[in-house]
């Protein structure tokens, strides 16, 4: 893949959108992971989603 920015905003939208994908990645991975990582990837490609 030559450039993953359309992709990763598109997890990134999933992430900050889908509650039942935030419930299971944050049980998971610790309480409020999946915000963080759905933030942090819209900021690195200047995007607020």
Do not use: F
Request: no cysteine.
């Amino acid at each position: 893949m030559e450039n993953p920015r359309a992709l990763l905003l598109e997890v990134a939208k999933d992430y900050l959108n889908h509650s039942q994908l935030e419930a299971v990645t944050d049980k998971q991975y610790g309480k409020g992971v999946t915000k963080y990582i759905g933030l942090a990837v819209s900021r690195y490609y200047g995007e607020e989603i």
